[in-house]
């Protein structure tokens, strides 16, 4: 199986959790096991739109236990004989093995998957900046030899790209180092916030350079957000920047 | 959702605006824009959309990744099967 995978270096594998539930997309090929019509196939595939039951395969890293996921899209592309392409967004942690197999069970004829190539990864597109093993060990010796830091930049992205699709909030200078150390994100911190935040949504804390400080959970949505004065606004969840990086601005009782 | 076969919506497809709650400025003395930080703390921030080969397993390809960059800790999100 081939296409998008996210590659965390170092301090970026603190993001990779929110990379594991990000939604994906899939072109697929599935064998049938028997003939069936172009517009059965067609309407048997729209039938798994929408939210499906799924165990995870034996041979899983995770507790095999029947659990729900979401299909965006399944869209039929074209079929040769008993092959089929379609394209599919789903959620992260939909296996599109088991997902052929059902197809292939309420045709009636049985189906497996026959080749399978990854186009998405939450923000990772494979048209936009995608680099093959190759790329990487070419650029980074040239990079070696070049030491111009416009090669490294050719074929590593900076890990606030992989944030891309979580909500932000802007917060203060003087709220960032305070965060760092595990505190929570207080109302007078927040300069600006995206829409469609609720209760409970993961938010990506930023700055206002547009370095990444942190995920958190929000506690009340973006427009309650706006018109609090104080208070928690999010529960530190993962802290992404170093300490130290900003200066310390709140008082300890200690000192 | 209007109706039940109103397909959901996926995450890269939900439009956000971005809110004005207070101004402030940014100070340029510390930190760095993502994309200026300074080469080595570049890389140790970084992120790499790798083309995935077939053949070996996504742990395997980010084992490698380690290797040719000379790092620590090299990580991939979400397993594609070998």
Redesign the interface.
């Known amino acids: 199986?081939?296409?998008?995978?996210?590659?965390?270096?170092?301090?970026?594998?603190k993001?990779?959790q929110?990379?594991?539930y990000?939604?994906?997309?899939y072109v697929c090929v599935m064998k049938l096991h028997g003939d069936a019509r172009e517009n059965r196939v067609n309407e048997v595939l729209k039938e798994f739109?929408?939210e499906i039951y799924q165990r995870p395969p034996l041979r899983a890293?995770v507790k095999r236990q029947l659990r729900t996921r979401?299909?965006?899209?399944l869209e039929f592309l074209e079929m040769d004989g008993r092959n089929v392409l379609f394209k599919v967004?789903c959620e992260?942690g939909t296996y599109i093995?088991k997902l052929c197999y059902d197809v292939g069970e309420v045709l009636g004829c049985g189906a497996h998957m026959q080749e399978?190539r990854?186009t998405?990864?939450?923000?990772?597109v494979?048209n936009?900046?995608?680099?093959?093993?190759h790329d990487?060990?070419y650029w980074?010796m040239e990079w070696q030899k070049q030491r111009d830091?416009k090669i490294?930049?050719k074929?590593?992205?900076?890990?606030?790209?992989?944030l891309a699709?979580i909500?932000?909030i802007?917060i203060?200078?003087s709220a960032?180092d305070a965060i760092c150390h595990g505190a929570n994100l207080t109302a007078p911190g927040?300069?600006?916030?995206?829409?469609?935040i609720n209760n409970g949504s993961i938010v990506a804390v930023f700055?206002?350079?547009?370095?990444?400080v942190a995920l958190a959970k929000v506690a009340a949505s973006?427009e309650e957000?706006?018109n609090m004065e104080h208070g928690v606004v999010a529960k530190t969840e993962r802290v992404l920047m170093a300490r130290g990086?900003?200066?310390k601005c709140w008082k300890s009782s200690e000192t | 959702m209007r109706s039940a076969m109103t397909r959901s919506v996926a995450p890269w497809e939900i439009k956000r605006k971005l809110l004005t709650k207070a101004e402030d400025k940014t100070n340029l003395s510390y930190g760095h824009k993502p994309a200026e930080r300074p080469a080595e703390e570049y890389m140790r921030y970084g992120v790499i959309n790798l083309d995935k080969p077939a053949g070996p397993t996504s742990h395997e390809v980010a084992a490698w990744v380690k290797r040719i960059l000379n790092l620590q800790q090299v990580g991939h999100g979400g397993t594609l099967e070998a």
Request: proline share 6%; net charge negative; glycine share 8%.
């Open positions: 199986m081939t296409g998008v995978l996210p590659v965390t270096l170092e301090e970026s594998r993001i990779v929110a990379l594991l990000s939604g994906k997309e739109e929408g890293s979401k299909i965006y899209y967004g992260g093995r399978l990854r998405r990864a939450g923000p990772f494979e936009v900046s995608i680099v093959t093993l990487v060990a980074f830091e490294l930049r074929f590593i992205l900076p890990m606030e790209e992989a699709l909500p932000k802007y203060r200078d960032v927040v300069l600006s916030i995206e829409t469609e700055t206002l350079k547009g370095e990444a973006t957000i706006l990086t900003y200066p």
